[in-house]
């Protein structure tokens, strides 16, 4: 039994269909340029918002009911994947993407969250063969355990930068199993509150030394996903330390890094670091280091990170013509 046999499989049917579920814009074959639609978006499915996540925010308790809502544990981590593939096939989406907690629980010790990931990435790898969708790229969550309140690879506690490393050296070796195309560092709580208490000097040479370590973890298993900075300026701390492209941009030359790493560009976070969503892409287009896009809008009237959908044609028109400028193709098509 399917989760969603209700529903068709989602098609271009044009701006005429009257069908809720049927793409009236979108049309995955048809050329733009020397490219189809569906080369130039690479849509990709984010995992937490569309198969883990509740929406509970900081008043109230979830509000998603999801169909696998009833079991638990592994159980419930099974059946997402098998809902999750599902979707895929019915959306035809090319990608996916995930955090290590999304798809599998975390267990009692580090050993039992990497077995409990093992089965999970061992069933979702299955699935993949019958599947056109791929690993856009995946992450490790440094943020939402309490034992990450200080940050992870900038935390005061040393037992919390090797638990984050083993969570990382974890997502690389994924991100190999499964083919990823990227490997993605949102900075989480790598960030500080007051000056009083944090040595600011000492935690970004720690977070310098931590990518270091994952560059070359991933040249020893032979990963060769691109590896990506999602910069972000607040949210959960005060001060995140990859603010935006240009002060990411900086701690990659300060640390030798520039070779390895490009940006993944999130609309609301370069709206909250008081940027367009294009300026954010085209300094990241400029250095010749845009990656990927997190193409979500927020709401300027309330101030923090919702990651809406995009509707506002003007911004989404201008992020597409930085991404278009991005690909030397589009040149020869104008
Ligand atoms: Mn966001």
Known sequence: MGYFEQFPQVKYEGIQSQNPYAFKYYNPGERVGDK????????????????????????????????????????????????????????????????????????????????????????????????????????????????????????????????????????LEIGKELGGQNYVFWGGREGYETLLNTDMKFELDNLGRFFHMAVDYAKEIGFDGQFLIEPKPKEPTKHQYDFDVASGLAFLRTYGLEDYFKFNIEANHATLAGHTFEHELHYARANGLLGSVDANQGDLLLGWDTDEFPTDLYSTTLAMYEILKKRRAWYRWS
């Open 36 to 171: 189809t639609m569906e080369e130039w978006l690479r849509f990709s499915v984010a995992y937490w918002h569309t198969f883990t996540a509740n929406g509970e925010d900081p008043f109230g308790a979830g509000t998603m009911v999801r169909s696998w809502d009833h079991l638990d544990g592994m159980d419930r981590a099974k059946a997402r994947v098998e809902a999750a593939f599902e979707f895929f096939e019915k959306m035809q989406v090319p990608y996916f993407c995930f955090h290590d907690i999304d798809v599998a629980p975390e267990g009692d010790t580090l050993k039992e969250t990497f077995d409990n990931l093992d089965e999970i990435v061992g069933m979702i790898k299955e699935y993949m063969k019958n599947s056109r969708t791929q690993l856009l790229w995946n992450t490790a969550n440094m943020f939402t355990h309490p034992r990450f309140t200080h940050g992870a690879a900038t935390s005061s506690n040393a037992d919390v930068f090797a638990f984050a490393a083993a969570k990382v050296k974890k997502g």
